[in-house]
Every structure is written in C-alpha cells, then in structure tokens.
C-alpha cells in the first residue's frame, strides 16, 4: 500500500510527460475523445508496468523476498581464520 501511495504522484507526473508529448504532436485536435484517450491510456499502462517490472527486479536483487524473516548469520572457520589474517595484516602494517 505504501509503495502505491508513493507512485501516484509519479504516474501523474508520467500522465503529463505524456500528454506534453502528444499536444506537441497535435492529438488535442482530434475530435473522437475516445481516440484521443486510448492514445494517453495505453502509454501511460505501459510505461507504468515498466516502472514496476524494474522495482520488482530491483527489489529482488536487493533481497526483499515475501518471507519476512531474516536469514540467520553465524561464524564459521573460515570467517574466523578471515578476521585473524586481516587483524595481523593490520598489525603488520602498524609496525612497519
């Protein structure tokens, strides 16, 4: 609910882009509302989805998942042999 309520103002702000677009190309001077419209509606659908397909995608490769719960972090070996070799290797440089 938050991320709609954080969108409209962009969907109104892509509805005028649009719109700009299509008086510069002379679309108000069409007489059929219909057409005119359809002609607004359906750049404005698509260019919508696209904004949410690339969310989605960010969202994804930033780890938001459906499951709420964060993953559980422990230490292994390798962590702890990890850290030991950079707190030498800090050590060293302080020496030299």
């Known amino acids: 609910m938050g991320l709609i ?9 892509q509805a005028g882009e649009i719109a700009a677009a299509q008086k510069a190309r002379g679309v108000e001077n069409r ?14 659908m698509r260019r919508t989805f696209e904004r949410a397909d690339n969310l989605v995608a960010a969202m994804e490769a930033r780890g938001f998942t459906e499951n709420r719960t964060d993953s ?14 950079v707190c030498l290797l800090s050590v060293l440089m302080l020496i030299l």
């Open 5 to 13: 309520l954080r969108f409209v103002p962009v969907i109104f702000h």
């Open 72 to 85: 559980k972090l422990a230490l292994h070996k390798r962590d702890w042999i990890s850290l030991i070799a």
């Open 31 to 44: 007489k059929n509302p219909v057409f005119r419209l359809a002609k607004l509606a359906f750049p404005l």
